[in-house]
């Protein structure tokens, strides 16, 4: 008979498992910072433990009574979003699951039933899709505008607009905002301003220097760089951030230690990175504006865009991003152009080190200034050689001819 161990004895290894190899012990530094990885966060003493609740709830910087609102890796990336991207303004930032999630969490937070929102006809797609639908739901009335009118749109401002909500440039189409010009006149009229900062990252935009009161942030793209991890974050000046806070805590948003470390790896490199982007996409841009197959190049940095001017005050430089338009051609001649490249592959997202081609198909996703042109392609330059880009190109040039027989 075998006599098995009383797990109550001295002798039971339960309470060296639960105890064991849980101190810290002497810290040192490193390089990177680690990676903490938690659900209970443990006190002291009772009394600790009221203070950090209060702490936490009243949205207090680095509190966390529960790892839902942060661990020392994810205090270290908010921190480090906020810093870079407000610059000298005094702003906090929230880190949310994805850069969809910042977007409906920024709405949420700042709209209530009843309020109306400015939306810029050529935002995200997804941004736009909440909109007509979600908040549509909550009473929230959305009207879209063109992204050419800058301060055209005090027009269109009504006693129940609460919010301007901006993307410049725009997804797919590039059209470059008159920001700072929307911010002044929103704030005369006691209205906040959002934009979606996923083009530029702070490297070449600074948001709160045009005057918004809020940036979002695909941290997914260009501060992740490596196509491997979701996030999204959203930067607001220190006045606004309560709101945030709690519309953040009320829904249990939060982030895993590891993707945020993988973001702040990411994030030292941005700049780097950014300007390879930049250098590949204008080679780029500039080689499709001499093809005859292009109707025009969508980059705001090339001369021939219509606001070239306010790109080049505004922004400090470009990204990997641009579309062109082709000046004829089929559907399936399209997909011959897009289909098995060597370098530019097939896949929504950019912002990674990767190349990547996809056709526009925004006919539904404009209202305000509808499509009229011809078949738009959306490119995002990789960090691989424009030679080779080129060259990848230039095959899908010829499999397009083909296609038209």
């Known amino acids: 008979m075998t ?8 002798a039971s290894l339960g309470a060296s498992l639960v105890t064991a190899a849980r101190s810290p012990g002497k810290p040192y530094e490193t390089v990177n910072l680690p990676v903490w990885r938690a659900s209970s966060v443990l006190f002291s003493n009772v009394a600790d433990m009221r203070a950090e609740v209060a702490a936490t709830v009243a949205g207090e910087r680095r509190a966390a009574n529960y790892a839902t609102a942060g661990t020392p890796t994810t205090f270290a990336l908010s921190d480090a979003v906020a810093q870079l991207e407000a610059g000298p303004h005094a702003a906090r930032a929230a880190l949310m699951p994805s850069g969809l999630s910042a977007i409906a969490v920024t709405l949420q937070a700042f709209l209530s039933p009843g309020d109306h929102l400015l939306m810029s006809d050529s935002v995200y ?8 639908g979600m908040l549509a739901r909550f009473g929230i009335e959305t009207t879209f505008y063109d992204p050419c009118l800058g301060a055209g749109v005090e027009s269109l401002l009504r006693p129940s607009t609460r919010m301007v909500y901006l993307e410049s440039p725009g997804s797919y189409t590039f059209e470059i905002q008159d920001t700072p010009a929307i911010c002044e006149l929103a704030r005369r009229r006691g209205v906040l301003t959002a934009i979606d900062n996923a083009w530029a990252s702070p490297v070449l935009a600074r948001p709160f220097d045009w005057g918004v009161d809020i940036s979002v942030l695909p941290l997914t793209k260009y501060w992740s760089g490596h196509a491997d991890v979701l996030m999204g974050a959203a930067v607001v000046r220190e006045p606004l ?7 953040v805590r009320q829904q249990g948003l939060c982030v895993s230690g590891d993707d945020a470390w993988l973001i702040l790896r990411g994030m030292r490199t941005l700049e780097v990175r950014m300007r390879a982007h ?3 996409a204008l080679a780029l841009a500039r080689w499709l504006a001499g093809r005859p197959e292009v109707a025009r190049v969508l980059h705001p940095a090339l001369e021939s865009h219509p606001q070239h001017g306010l790109w080049k005050r505004d922004f400090l430089g470009a990204s990997g991003l641009f579309a062109f338009e082709l000046r004829d051609a089929t559907p399936a001649q ?5 289909d098995h490249r060597s370098h530019f592959k097939l896949g929504f997202s950019w912002g990674g080190f990767e190349s990547l081609i996809m056709p526009a198909n925004i006919g539904a996703l404009r209202t305000a200034r509808p499509w ?9 330059a990789g960090l691989e050689s424009p030679d080779e880009l080129i060259a990848d190109l230039e095959a899908g040039f010829a499999a397009m001819a083909a296609a038209r027989d």
Do not use: K, M, Y
């Open 3 to 10: 006599n098995r161990p009383n797990p109550d004895s001295p």
């Open 125 to 132: 797609g997804p941004a736009r899709v909440f909109a007509e």
């Open 241 to 247: 951030w309560p709101r945030l806070h709690q519309a």
């Open 278 to 280: 930049e250098r590949h």
């Open 334 to 338: 399209v997909d011959a152009l897009c």
């Open 372 to 380: 009229t042109g011809g078949p738009l392609i959306r490119l995002h």
